[in-house]
């Protein structure tokens, strides 16, 4: 029912910065908990951030903390990631999720997922 689409990606040096974007379609992200996945070749699919329904409450993987940001504008229908300083580990497939219950950082917990985008970054 909920269709989400990734945008915002790109390439990017060391220690440079891009806002990734997910706008949800046939549904209402206001009574969704939202998260950001990535996944790297070869790697499973790995939590990134995540962000409760009514948006008080988020959270981070220990590599990204202090350098990423997600945030909800429930107005837009829509969720986003801000990433900063980013490094080469970070390049990867990024996913925008949402989910049923308020808040979860479990990818099988998860109900909906866009397409992905693609964050490469360069030494």
């Known amino acids: 029912q909920v269709q989400l689409v990734e945008s915002g990606g790109g390439l990017v040096q060391t220690g440079g910065s891009l806002r990734l974007s997910c706008a949800a379609a046939?549904?209402?992200?206001?009574?969704?908990?939202m998260g950001w996945f990535r996944q790297a070749p070869g790697k499973e699919r790995e939590f990134v951030a995540a962000?409760?329904?009514?948006?008080?409450?988020?959270g981070y993987a220990d590599s990204v903390k202090g350098r990423f940001t997600i945030s909800r504008e429930n107005t837009k229908n829509a969720v986003y990631l801000q990433m900063n300083g980013l490094k080469p580990e970070d390049t990867a497939v990024y996913y925008c999720?949402?989910?049923?219950?308020?808040?979860?950082?479990?990818?099988?917990?998860?109900?909906?997922w866009g397409q992905g985008t693609q964050v490469t970054v360069s030494s």
């Open positions: 999720a949402a989910t049923r219950r308020i808040f979860s950082r479990s990818r099988g917990e998860y109900d909906y």
């Open positions: 046939g549904g209402t992200i206001s009574s969704h908990g």
């Open positions: 962000i409760s329904r009514p948006g008080f409450n988020t």
